[in-house]
């Protein structure tokens, strides 16, 4: 049965609702090592910059690259601003962006809202070990907004969605840099797809199988 635009609208609402739910139901309220340390190292870059050197280290001057600085800075002003109610809070909505991207995303591809909420659901649930208060979990939300727009842009290439590609990519290098090469993981199937279709449309899968099938009739002839 298909949707009128009322009934979308509603069970946008509903969809919405119980993404944030589940999102608010998977967040933990403990903190993991690294918050400690991310929140530190975001007090340490305001009071002295990025130096490149590692501030807590028992080696005096021993490189470092402040991989998700800006990260850092970010957990450091929520914590000044709401201490670790803050944190949980601040988890809490990065885990509800995660969740209504992955959604959206979905109805954008499949144009199935329900299957999309049920995905969604079953996403969340399954990466609930993974969200807590660390760069990884807006690298989430920034990928799949990544292929939200790549999605985007395939139906309707407009220069706004290559644009905004093009800045995630400089979010996703000051917000977690280690996993900035991943970002351009992300865009290899549209390229195989595109290179098959225009193999295809040169029928250059068909030259291919002519000049083996010549080959083969040459070989045997040689026998």
Not at 160 to 178: D, E, G, Q
Not at 213 to 223: E, H, S
Request: aromatic share 16%; proline share 3%; net charge positive.
């Amino acid at each position: 049965m298909e949707f009128t635009k009322k009934d979308k609208i509603i069970f946008n609402i509903v969809a919405v609702i119980s993404i944030v739910i589940m999102a608010i139901a998977v967040s933990p309220k403990t903190m993991q090592n690294d918050t400690y340390y991310t929140i530190k190292i975001g007090e340490y870059i305001f009071e002295n910059g990025i130096n490149m050197q590692d501030p807590f280290s028992w080696h005096e001057g021993l490189p470092y690259t402040f991989p998700h600085w800006l990260y850092d800075c970010i957990m450091n002003i929520t914590y000044k601003i709401g201490n670790w109610e803050g944190i949980y809070c601040s988890t809490c909505v990065f885990a509800i962006i995660l969740g209504l991207i992955i959604y959206f995303t979905n109805s954008n591809i499949s144009n199935n809202k329900f299957v999309s909420l049920i995905f969604t659901l079953l996403d969340i649930y399954l990466l609930k070990d993974f969200i807590a208060a660390r760069a990884q979990l807006v690298t989430f939300s920034l990928f799949a907004l990544t292929i939200y727009l790549l999605e985007k842009f395939i139906n309707n290439p407009k220069k706004i969605y290559a644009v905004c590609l093009a800045f995630i990519s400089l979010i996703i290098a000051n917000l977690h840099c280690a996993v900035w090469p991943l970002f351009f993981i992300l865009f290899l199937p549209y390229i195989a797809e595109y290179l098959f279709i225009v193999c295809y449309d040169a029928e250059i899968a068909l030259r291919i199988a002519t000049i083996i099938k010549i080959l083969k009739i040459k070989i045997c002839k040689i026998r």
